[in-house]
């Protein structure tokens, strides 16, 4: 485990379990009284106050004194109690380097039990501006007042469903396993699409093009299509990042397909010349 996940290494199980109390006390209050990780735990106040002071020093809860003594998971601690599940899992064996870190998520190298070459998504959406991230991306609802936490499960949850659907029929990274706001899923071996040299840009055009119908017909319009999140290599293409998905019947989603379609096709005309008009493909 590198650097970031060596704190990861340290924590034992009765660290989950009180990291998953708080998680659990966080549904009802913004900082978790202690009185209620007394009783969810079912520890003494010594044996709390020790796994308290010990979370506290591994910069895995914060807390705060007034009006009343209470605790609340950092992001890290988030990430940590998915990871476990998924090595309880027997998913993963290891975890290594961070391949890229966006606004809404954090993306690592994982290594399967079997030695399969993975990658574990991170969302963090919500974690640092919940609200701007709430206007923009459509998929919080109403529910403005729900923590970080539950959004960025949430888009674990949409990617992970989004995954599920159209694997084996569009190409996109194979899912594996999900928890939180972890998405376990197969490593592609490419680089995305905007910084690649692609050799037939004709032919990859319409594969991708053909690959947003298919997954329409499927029921799902990706939303977020663009040069940035096609992976390509010499074999190929993988559509990525999919938690801001909607359903094709949707009222916007024709409007999110043409913009998707549109998009891709204004990055080849630019980058290869090729000329198309958005709505010869999208029909
Ligand atoms: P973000 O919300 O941060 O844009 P993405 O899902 O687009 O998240 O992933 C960000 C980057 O992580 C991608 O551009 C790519 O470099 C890498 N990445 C994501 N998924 C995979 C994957 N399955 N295999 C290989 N690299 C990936
Ligand atoms: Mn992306």
Redesign the pocket.
């Known amino acids: 485990m590198k650097r970031v996940f060596a704190a990861f290494r340290d924590l034992g199980q009765e660290d989950f379990r009180a990291l998953a109390s708080v998680e659990a006390g966080l549904r009802r209050r913004e900082f978790v009284p202690k009185e209620d990780l007394l009783k969810y735990l079912r520890s003494d106040l010594p044996d709390l106050d020790y796994r308290l002071a010990r979370l506290d020093r591994l910069s895995m809860i914060q807390s705060r004194g007034t009006p009343y003594k209470g605790y609340r998971l950092l992001p890290r601690a988030y990430d940590f109690l998915a990871l476990n599940v998924l090595v309880q899992r027997e998913r993963i064996e290891s975890i290594g380097d961070k ?9 690592y190298e994982a290594l399967g039990t079997g030695g399969q070459r ?2 574990i ?1 991170f ?1 963090r959406l919500g974690m640092t501006s919940f609200h701007r991230a709430a206007n923009v991306r459509g998929y919080i609802g109403d529910r403005r007042h729900i923590s970080w936490i539950y959004a960025a499960r949430l888009a674990a949850e949409r ?1 992970y469903e989004a995954l599920t659907r159209l694997a084996g029929q569009v190409p996109v ?1 194979k899912p594996i396993d999900h928890n939180r706001n972890a998405v376990l ?8 699409l905007a910084q690649s040299e692609v050799a037939r840009p004709h032919k990859l055009l319409e594969a991708i093009l053909s690959s947003a119908r298919r997954s329409r017909e499927i029921g799902i319009i990706h939303g977020d299509l663009s040069e ?2 096609v ?1 390509v290599n010499e074999d190929g293409f ?1 559509v ?4 801001q998905w909607v359903d094709a019947s949707h009222p916007q989603a024709e409007a999110l397909f043409q913009r998707d379609l549109s998009n891709i096709l204004k990055f080849f005309e630019k980058k290869y010349g090729i000329r198309a008009r958005a709505t010869k493909w999208g029909a």
């Open positions: 391949i890229a870190v966006g606004k809404e998520s954090e993306i993975f990658v998504k969302h990617e990274p899923m197969e490593r592609f071996d490419g680089a995305e940035y999140n992976l993988v990525i990042d999919w938690p």
